[in-house]
C-alpha cells in the first residue's frame, strides 16, 4: 500500500462520519509520533524489573482464580427447564454415531427372536374346509 493511500485512509477515519465527504478542503495534517529520545525520556523505555506499584495478590486470591468451576447444577437446571424434549429414536441414533466406528466401542447386538413357524389355521379349519371342497366338488 503507498503511503498517499493509507494517509488518505486514515483522514477518512479521522473525519466525522457526515462530515467526510462534504469538507475535503478542511484537513488536518496526521500527528507525528513522538520520537524515540522523547519515548526514553518519558519512562516507557525503562526496565520493569522493578516492585514499585506491583499490587501483590495473597497465594489463596490466585489458587481459587486458577480452581475449575462446576458447572453442572446450573448446566442440568437449564437443561431440565427446556421445552423441547427429543424423541428417542433420535436420541438413540445421535448415541449410535457418536459412540465410534471400531467394534470394541460397539455393544453386543442382541440376535433376534425368530417366530415360531407355525399355521394360522386349526385342524377344525382344515376339516370344515375339505367338507366344503369336496362338497362342491362332488360327483355331478
Same mark, same amino acid.
Given at each position: 500500500?503507498?503511503?498517499?493511500?493509507?494517509?488518505?485512509? *486514515?483522514?477518512? *477515519?479521522a473525519?466525522?462520519?457526515?462530515?467526510?465527504?462534504?469538507s475535503?478542503?478542511?484537513?488536518?495534517?496526521?500527528?507525528?509520533?513522538?520520537?524515540?529520545?522523547?519515548?526514553?525520556?518519558?519512562?516507557?523505555?525503562?526496565?520493569?524489573?522493578?516492585?514499585?506499584?506491583?499490587?501483590?495478590?495473597?497465594? *489463596?486470591?490466585?489458587?481459587?482464580?486458577?480452581?475449575?468451576?462446576?458447572? *453442572? =447444577?446450573?448446566?442440568?437446571?437449564?437443561?431440565?427447564?427446556?421445552?423441547f424434549?427429543?424423541?428417542?429414536?433420535?436420541?438413540?441414533?445421535?448415541?449410535?454415531?457418536?459412540?465410534?466406528? =471400531?467394534?470394541?466401542?460397539?455393544?453386543?447386538?442382541?440376535?433376534? =427372536?425368530?417366530?415360531?413357524?407355525?399355521?394360522?389355521?386349526?385342524?377344525?379349519?382344515?376339516?370344515?374346509?375339505?367338507?366344503?371342497?369336496?362338497?362342491?366338488?362332488?360327483?355331478?
Amino acid at each position: 500500500m503507498s503511503a498517499s493511500l493509507l494517509r488518505k485512509g *486514515l483522514e477518512l *477515519l479521522a473525519e466525522p462520519a457526515g462530515a467526510a465527504h462534504a469538507s475535503h478542503g478542511s484537513r488536518q495534517p496526521l500527528r507525528k509520533r513522538p520520537t524515540k529520545k522523547v519515548a526514553v525520556a518519558s519512562g516507557r523505555g525503562r526496565d520493569k524489573a522493578t516492585v514499585k506499584g506491583k499490587i501483590t495478590k495473597s497465594a *489463596l486470591e490466585v489458587y481459587q482464580k486458577h480452581q475449575a468451576v462446576n458447572h *453442572l =447444577k446450573k448446566n442440568l437446571e437449564y437443561m431440565m427447564h427446556g421445552r423441547f424434549i427429543a424423541d428417542s429414536t433420535i436420541t438413540q441414533k445421535v448415541l449410535s454415531q457418536n459412540r465410534g466406528r =471400531k467394534s470394541r466401542d460397539r455393544p453386543a447386538e442382541e440376535p433376534q =427372536k425368530k417366530k415360531s413357524e407355525g399355521t394360522v389355521f386349526t385342524e377344525e379349519d382344515f376339516q370344515r374346509f375339505e367338507k366344503e371342497y369336496f362338497a362342491a366338488t362332488g360327483p355331478a
